[in-house]
């Protein structure tokens, strides 16, 4: 039997007593859950990967207008801006984080990976990896798989949802995916790897889930670029060896623990954080008021 994801300590002590790589746990879990051979999840995978880049592609090409006016071709304006703050690479991940969680704020296509309000996080992490580093898909894939056994665990030990956990189930756990997938990408050994997953825990640790006007749009786009950075520099502390200090077991209990007395405004109601400002309520009214508009005329009763 695969072994059932339920702690780091565990994924890393069954790993150790079988001989077997992290990527490779992780796949037969997939085998025996979804049935299918190795090659079907590899091919699984890899049309996920094609999907994410389709995703940066259309977020920074097409033109990204949601219906509520909220979300206006951001990524793009950041991708072309020419004051660069920081440095090319860091300019192109947050304009791909912002692109790719734009297309799924307009509807389009992506993966929710975790989730849909955190899909940017992924695509602008992998694909800017893959560019700096010159990885084939194959190994982003790989890297996936590990971001998939991550999710697995705070699953099981949090959640990975903005209605029960907060955002920093479903940003927090995205970043923490990418920043593992990192790692493992570029050669990090188990304990750097679940050490970058620590570290992005603690820096989402208690994040709310605010969306204004209940659209996941407003601050879930900007969240994915900054979870995105995130990963990035959990990434470059953890292969540095630079302990989180406390393991990451606990760091995800943690979450687990904040996330359960978070009260419920913060949990993805609208009641509560950016969703109750001023102006997130003005727009919300605004935005029900447009809905009741596009409503057909009831036909007068006789
Ligand atoms: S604020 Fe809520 S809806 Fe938006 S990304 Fe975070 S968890 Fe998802």
Redesign the pocket.
């Known amino acids: 039997m695969s072994f059932l994801f339920e702690s780091f300590s565990g994924w890393k002590k069954y790993c150790d007593e079988h001989s077997i790589s992290l990527v490779d746990s992780v796949l037969a879990y997939e085998v025996e859950q979804k049935g299918g051979s190795p090659e079907k999840i590899w091919h699984g995978l890899n049309q996920a990967y094609q999907v994410m880049k389709e995703a940066v592609k259309t977020g920074l090409e097409e033109d990204m207008n949601s219906r509520s006016g909220m979300i206006a071709n951001g990524a793009k304006k950041v991708y072309h801006n020419p004051l660069t703050v920081l440095s090319p690479d860091f300019q192109r991940l947050i304009a791909r984080a912002l692109a790719a969680k734009e297309v799924n704020s307009c509807m389009g296509r992506v993966v929710a990976a975790p ?1 849909a ?2 899909s940017g996080i992924l695509p602008g992490t992998m694909v800017t990896l893959q560019e700096i580093h010159g990885l084939t898909d194959a190994d982003i894939c790989e890297g996936l798989l590990i971001g998939a056994g991550i999710a697995l665990i705070i699953e099981e030990k949090a959640s990975l949802a ?1 209605a029960v956990g ?2 920093q189930a ?2 927090g756990s995205a970043a923490a995916m990418a920043a593992g997938a990192i790692v493992h990408c570029l050669g990090g050994t188990t304990d750097q790897l679940f050490n970058a997953v620590g570290i992005t825990i603690q820096c989402m640790l208690g994040l709310i ?3 204004v006007a209940g659209l ?1 749009e407003v ?2 786009v900007v ?1 994915n670029a900054s979870a995105a950075a995130i990963a990035f520099s959990s990434a470059q502390i953890a292969l540095s060896n630079v302990s989180a200090v406390i393991p990451v077991d606990e760091c995800i209990e943690a979450m687990g623990e904040v996330g359960a007395s978070m009260e419920s405004r913060y949990k ?1 109601t609208a009641m509560g954080g950016l969703a109750a400002t001023l102006t997130g309520q003005q727009i919300a009214k605004r935005i029900l008021i447009q809905d009741i508009e596009l409503l057909p005329d009831e036909p007068l009763p006789d």
């Open positions: 989730t309000g955190a903005g907060g955002c479903e940003t889930c605010d969306p996941v601050p879930c969240r993805e």
